[in-house]
């Protein structure tokens, strides 16, 4: 076929939604000038608009399309261009200057999201740099972490999850703070969540905001204020209890520690007990509407508890998660179909026993950091505690070991990830980079971060080369395909490490193609023909019925135990127990978050913010696409009372701020959120004017950077205060 006919490439998006959407790229002259989506056999895996906007990312006049290095003060640009010779001799010649310097641990290694995929990923760099002498990182995962430490203590895993289109056998589907027509968390959620509804289950949302998913397909809407979860689904617990309604057999049979649990719950162990009263005071949920929906919960079967992975961002995430499982075992819920353990409603890419190693984890073969111990299952070492957390990160940098951190970091080597836009904090991390002797950026554009650093690489995106990608939610392979050759001298991540390495001296990193690595990874796997694969794009598994986590565990307790340590779902952990931390109990409990509307500190700043995930980007990517924008404005949700007090309008300019920043942001009077509460949606480019100000309104602007006592990001947990701009 010649260059001037079109071509239609399938491939699978990675942009790191939930999604791995089928693509079909038109190309025509080696350019895009189109991208389709599925039309093929149900279950069709259809893009959003992102994926189909593609094209405008990749030929997106911001593009990084050449290297280019610091010019000016830090964050502060100019940048200028150089060639690939020059940028990688630097990035070799000051890695080993700082190793030797200061020791291998004095170099930071911070990795992301950006694409999810098998081979061009950060496991690149972790090998890179284990081979070069190691390296520092920091843990936790900043989507869900909550969800991960309340799960391993629950179940003795993190993977919690069932396939999507078991939720059709749900006769009733609790959407606890989860959004899915929105975030996807898994190609088809909503298809799925439709055909539920048609045939008939009853839907209710429990969420600050009205969403998307709740408009389309929730018969009830029951607002709740940040960060109180915990205290709703312990209150309903108090009703089943009240009323008997718990499912005596399996909690005998599956659990242990319900009696501790009841004994907090009814108030035997504290004095207080955790009526709907109690709740609704903490909530703002009626205590009748609780009462109702414990009720429902307790006799509708099977039932899902959806429990979303935004309620976990918060102070004491980790609270909420152990609450939702909880009330599972108490209704009986887990390992059936139509049911969910109510571990995390989103798994990100590995929940389900796929037959092929999951990339983005370390393997032994990649090489063992020296400087941290390897302790991952193989898969997502970042979610095993090792050291210092993601969220103290700008604290570590700016006291190293005088503040009793574990090194005096010199370096930041930053692959897949915009940390100083997504991490809390901003201006703190900001401050941080700039103590910083070097800092080397891979990326796509010129985002916050890379701003930052003394060097960019301008690394491909998935269109510019090929890949694997799977399935969230929905079991498949995704063949990530390249459609098109690398714009400009943007360069692949495997060629960039080999090429790094070479200059490093390191002899072992090994010279398989691209083609040899993915062939590897395939024949390993349960997929049965590699070029059938990357011509199909996608290799779906056909299931005899639903995938149910645990299904195994109750269908055969005798034979197939739980993997904790009593073998049961401990809903009274002896490993919290030891750790003797009252903010880490060992049953699930209701802990008042700090930057609560009840703190002192709500006499300044009285609304509590939340940062949710809009359709228009994943994160800070697809931002400045004219095609998006026009969908969909960075604005912030306020409910008609808190705009009435406040003298705003729809369209206003106003600014949001606490002791820690401000932005300047258009306001939406809506009462698609309750007062009291606001939205920024995260993922705006961080852009400080003269005065400090965030005019970009990028919402970790105003976010505290701690983290709660199981790890999780507290990114809907923050007061702050609105005015008029
Ligand atoms: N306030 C607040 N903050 C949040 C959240 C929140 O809810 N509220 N959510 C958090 C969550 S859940 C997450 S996962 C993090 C995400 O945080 P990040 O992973 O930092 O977010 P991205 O914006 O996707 O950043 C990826 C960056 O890598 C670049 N990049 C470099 N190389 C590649 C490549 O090969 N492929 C691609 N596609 N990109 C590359 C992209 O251009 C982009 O700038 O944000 C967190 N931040
Ligand atoms: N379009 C798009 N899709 C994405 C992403 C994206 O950036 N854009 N990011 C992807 C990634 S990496 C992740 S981790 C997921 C994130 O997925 P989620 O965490 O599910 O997304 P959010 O929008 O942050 O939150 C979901 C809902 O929780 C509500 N909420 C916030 N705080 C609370 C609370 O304290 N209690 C309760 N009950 N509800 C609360 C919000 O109002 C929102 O409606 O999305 C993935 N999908
Ligand atoms: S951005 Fe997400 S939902 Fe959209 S096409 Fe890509 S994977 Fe699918
Ligand atoms: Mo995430």
Redesign the pocket.
């Known amino acids: 076929m010649s260059e001037s006919e079109e071509k239609i490439i399938p491939t699978t998006c990675?942009?790191?939604c939930g999604g791995a959407c089928v693509l079909k790229v038109h190309v025509k002259n080696g350019v895009i000038t189109a991208i389709e989506t599925d039309d093929g056999e149900e279950p069709q895996m259809r893009a959003c608009l992102k994926g189909r906007a593609y094209r405008q990312r990749i030929y997106a006049p911001d593009r990084l399309r050449f290297p280019v290095k610091r010019a000016g003060p830090r964050g502060e640009g100019p940048f200028e261009r150089i060639t690939w010779d020059e940028a990688l001799d630097t990035v070799a010649r000051e890695l080993i200057r700082i190793r030797d310097n200061y020791g291998p641990e004095s170099i930071l290694y911070i990795r992301?999201?950006?694409?999810i995929?098998q081979l061009?990923?950060t496991r690149l760099f972790h090998k890179l740099l284990s081979l070069a002498g190691g390296y520092t990182s920091v843990w936790g995962?900043?989507?869900?972490q909550g969800g991960v430490t309340a799960a391993q203590a629950t179940y003795g895993t993190w993977r919690t999850g069932n396939s999507r289109d078991d939720l059709v056998n749900s006769r009733l589907i609790l959407l606890w703070g989860w959004n899915p027509a929105t975030t996807i968390t898994g190609t088809n959620t909503s298809w799925y969540l439709a055909q539920a509804r048609e045939r008939g289950a009853r839907i209710i949302s429990i969420d600050p905001r009205h969403t998307r998913t709740t408009a389309v397909f929730a018969d009830e809407w029951i607002p709740l204020y940040p960060g109180a979860d915990a205290a709703a689904l312990i209150a309903m617990a108090y009703c089943i209890i009240e009323e008997g309604l718990q499912d005596k057999a399996f909690l005998d049979k599956y659990t242990t520690g319900f009696e501790q649990f009841k004994a907090y719950v009814t108030g035997v162990e504290d004095g207080v007990p955790k009526t709907p009263a109690w709740a609704e005071a903490i909530t703002g949920m009626p205590a009748a509407a609780i009462r109702r929906l414990a009720r429902e919960y307790a006799t509708i079967k099977p039932a899902a508890l959806m429990a979303g992975?935004?309620p976990g961002?918060t102070a004491f995430g980790e609270q909420y998660h152990r609450a939702a499982s909880t009330l599972a075992a108490m209704t009986g819920n887990i390992g059936v179909h139509g049911g969910d353990a109510a571990g995390r409603s989103w798994e990100s890419g590995s929940w389900f026993p796929y037959k092929m190693r999951y990339g983005l984890g370390q393997r032994p073969e990649d090489g063992i950091n020296p400087v941290t111990r390897l302790v991952s299952d193989g898969r997502h070492q970042g979610y095993v505690p090792v050291g210092v957390h993601q969220t103290h990160l700008p604290d570590f940098i700016l006291k190293g070991k005088a503040g009793g951190y574990p090194a005096d970091l010199k370096a930041a080597f930053i692959?897949?990830?915009?940390?100083l836009?997504?991490?809390?904090n901003t201006n703190k991390i900001a401050e941080a980079f700039k103590k910083l002797d070097f800092i080397v950026?891979?990326?796509?554009?010129l985002?916050a971060?890379?701003r930052y650093a003394d060097i960019v690489l301008p690394?491909?995106?998935?269109l510019e080369r090929n890949d694997i990608d799977f399935g969230v939610g929905t079991p498949f392979y995704g063949y990530v395909n390249k459609a098109v050759e690398p714009v400009d001298e943007c360069r692949q991540?495997l060629d960039i490490a080999r090429d790094l390495a070479r200059r490093m001296g390191i002899e072992n990193f090994g010279d398989e193609t691209e083609d040899e690595l993915l062939r590897k990874e395939v024949a390993e796997s349960d997929i049965p023909d590699y070029e059938a694969f990357r011509k199909q794009g996608v290799h779906k598994l056909k299931l005899s019925e639903p995938f149910v986590s645990f299904k195994e565990q109750i269908d055969q307790p005798d034979k197939i135990r739980f993997p904790t340590p009593s073998g049961k779902i401990e809903l009274y952990s002896k490993q919290w127990a030891a750790a003797n931390d009252p903010l880490l109990p060992p049953v699930a409990k209701y802990i008042e978050t700090w930057e609560s509307r009840n703190d002192v500190l709500a006499r300044k700043y009285p609304l509590q913010l939340i940062?949710?995930?809009v359709e228009r980007?994943?994160?800070?990517?697809f931002e400045t696409l004219p095609w998006l924008r026009e969908l969909q404005r960075q604005e912030m949700l306020l409910n008609s009372a808190d705009a009435r007090s406040r003298n705003v309008e729809t369209g206003d300019m106003v600014r949001v701020f606490n002791d820690r920043g401000e932005i300047i942001i258009r306001a939406r009077v809506t009462e698609r959120i309750m007062p009291g509460v606001v939205d920024?949606p995260?993922?705006a480019w961080y852009r400080p004017d003269s005065r400090g100000r965030d005019v970009g309104a990028?919402?970790?602007t105003?976010?505290r950077d701690e983290c709660s006592p199981g790890g999780a990001?507290p990114?809907?947990t923050c007061l702050v205060q609105v005015e008029k701009a």
């Open positions: 990675a942009s790191h992301g999201a950006g694409d995929c061009h990923n995962g900043a989507s869900f992975i935004a961002r692959h897949n990830r915009n940390h836009n997504q991490y809390p950026v891979f990326e796509q554009f985002s971060t890379a690394t491909t995106t998935f991540p940062t949710t995930h980007r994943t994160h800070t990517q920024v995260q993922g990028n919402a970790n105003l976010t990001f990114y809907n």
